[in-house]
C-alpha cells in the first residue's frame, strides 16, 4: 500500500524566518514523483514544488526547497523568508501507480505571524 | 478560461436527492481526475480518466458514484441517492499526460446533504 505522513498538523513561523514542513511516504515502487501542495482558504491546490524519485538533486522553486531522503522516504518542504502570504494548508502527495493519481498526506496548517 | 473550472462553487441537496458536479478541464489535457477531500483531510482519489474512458474507478466508495467523460474534455461526477456522509469537497484535477505531469486543480464544490 502507498502511503503518505505529515505528522505536523499545525505550525506556526514568524514572518521572514524560515519553517520545515515534514512528510514521509512509503512505496514499493522504484519509479516515483513527489509533490507538495498550497491550498489556501479559496480550496484551490496550487502546486509548489515537484520532485522525481531518481532525481538525487533537490528541487527548489525560489524560497521553497525540498530535502529529498530517498532510504528514508523522507521528503520535507523547506520554507526561507516566510511571508505572510504563505499561510495556507500544506499538502504533501506522492504520484507512484501507472495512471498519474495523486495520494495526499493529511495535511499541515501553516500561519505566518507578523 | 485558462485554469479548471467546476461548476457549482458549492451545493446543498436534502438527502436522498440526485446530484451532478461538473469540471472543465483546461483545454488540451487528455488526463483529468476526481478526488473528494473531508473536512480536514487531504483529497483522496476517486476516477481517472485518460481521454474518454475511466481509466481506473478504483477510488470511487459505492455504485451511488459515477462519473463520465463523454468528448474527452468536461466531465461529470454523479452521485445518486445522497448521504450525510457524502458532504464534502469534490475536487477535480488535469494533466497534459497524466502521471508525472503537473496536475492543475479546480476550486472544487463543496457538496452539502442535508
Known amino acids: 500500500a502507498q502511503t503518505v505522513t505529515q505528522s505536523q498538523p499545525e505550525m506556526s513561523v514568524q514572518e521572514a524566518e524560515t519553517v520545515t514542513l515534514s512528510c514521509t511516504y512509503d512505496t514499493s515502487e522504484n519509479n516515483y514523483y513527489l509533490f507538495w501542495y498550497k491550498q489556501p482558504p479559496s480550496r484551490q491546490m496550487i502546486l509548489v514544488i515537484r520532485q522525481e524519485a531518481y532525481k538525487q538533486q533537490n528541487a527548489t522553486e525560489n524560497r521553497f526547497s525540498v530535502n529529498f531522503q530517498k532510504a528514508a522516504k523522507s521528503f520535507s518542504l523547506k520554507i526561507s523568508d516566510s511571508q505572510l502570504g504563505d499561510t495556507a494548508m500544506y499538502f504533501c502527495?506522492?504520484?507512484?501507480?501507472?495512471?498519474?493519481?495523486?495520494?495526499f498526506g493529511k495535511g499541515t496548517k501553516l500561519s505566518v505571524k507578523p | 478560461g485558462a485554469g479548471v473550472s467546476q461548476t457549482p462553487s458549492n451545493k446543498v441537496t436534502e438527502k436522498g436527492k440526485y446530484v451532478e458536479l461538473r469540471c472543465d478541464p483546461i483545454?488540451?489535457?487528455?488526463?483529468l481526475y476526481w478526488y473528494r477531500q473531508s473536512l480536514g483531510q487531504g483529497p483522496e482519489f476517486l476516477i481517472y480518466f485518460q481521454g474518454t474512458g475511466a481509466a481506473d474507478d478504483s477510488g470511487l466508495p459505492n455504485d451511488r458514484f459515477f462519473a463520465v467523460r463523454p468528448e474527452g474534455s468536461v466531465s461529470t461526477l454523479k452521485i445518486q441517492r445522497t448521504e450525510r456522509g457524502d458532504s464534502a469537497v469534490y475536487l477535480c484535477?488535469?494533466?497534459?499526460?497524466?502521471?508525472?505531469?503537473?496536475?492543475?486543480f479546480g476550486q472544487g464544490t463543496r457538496l452539502t446533504v442535508v
Open positions: 502527495a506522492l504520484g507512484a501507480g501507472s495512471q498519474g493519481n495523486l495520494i
Open positions: 484535477a488535469s494533466s497534459l499526460t497524466g502521471r508525472g505531469t503537473e496536475a492543475f
Open positions: 483545454s488540451g489535457h487528455t488526463a
